[in-house]
């Protein structure tokens, strides 16, 4: 890749920001550090490095340049994801309000997977719903709440997890940027889920019992590694 990359060696992220044009640059990708500076790629599929950094803040870089263009995802320092207008999802607007379980499906460990999972990461948000990678994700996902035969498989892992029944009525999907790849996020927001009033945890779980959560789904789904979260607003 082109660009000064030498020189965000040893910066820390505090956010970042993905966005559409209309016109070339497709898209941009702006990554902010900690000390007040920002670093943009631009390009399609293959990304171009500024030539040097700018200096600037994340409201700084949702202002700049481009104005008819859509933010696609904004994500800044505490991991809490923001929205932007007409956010690219898998399957429908992906609604993320405060107190909501944020599961994120990593690198599959499946190497007959690889060549679908790589090509998406060559499209990351411009991916639809005709992408090979995001129609294995949807049908695992699908299998993954189904109820036909009783409580969902995510129903009976939550529920294990915090030691109290759970019910997830309904969750929506997203395209992210986590850990340098592009991936699968399920958003579960607290009003779509149900628990039971035996019992001492509530909504949403706590950081050991989503843990829990993340290690039981990476053996289940075979992933080099599963993130889950709550955003907090």
Request: hydrophobic share 35%; glycine share 10%.
């Amino acid at each position: 890749m082109n660009g000064a990359f030498d020189k965000i060696i040893g910066k820390t992220i505090s956010g970042f920001l993905c966005r559409k044009n209309k016109r070339p640059p497709e898209l941009q990708l702006f990554l902010v550090f900690d000390d007040g500076t920002y670093f943009e790629m631009y390009g399609h599929g293959d990304l171009t490095g500024a030539k040097g950094l700018d200096r600037g803040t994340m409201e700084d870089v949702k202002h700049t340049r481009f104005p008819d263009g859509v933010t696609l995802m904004a994500v800044e320092e505490g991991g809490e994801d923001e929205e932007g207008s007409n956010t690219r999802t898998v399957t429908e607007d992906a609604k993320q309000i405060n107190g909501s379980v944020i599961i994120t499906l990593g690198t599959p460990g499946d190497d007959t997977l690889l060549p679908a999972y790589q090509r998406f990461q060559e499209l990351g948000v411009m991916a639809d719903e005709d992408d090979p990678w995001v129609q294995l994700e949807n049908k695992m996902i699908i299998w993954l709440f189904s109820r036909e035969n009783g409580p969902s498989v995510m129903d009976e892992l939550v529920s294990s997890a915090i030691k109290q029944e759970v019910e997830m009525n309904d969750y929506t999907i997203s395209i992210g940027y986590h850990r340098g790849q592009w991936a699968t996020d399920i958003v579960i927001n607290p009003v779509d889920v149900s628990v039971s009033e035996e019992g001492e945890s509530s909504w949403p779980p706590s950081k050991q019992q989503l843990d829990l959560v993340s290690l039981t789904l990476m053996s289940l789904l075979k992933r080099e590694w599963v993130g889950a979260m709550v955003l907090r607003q």
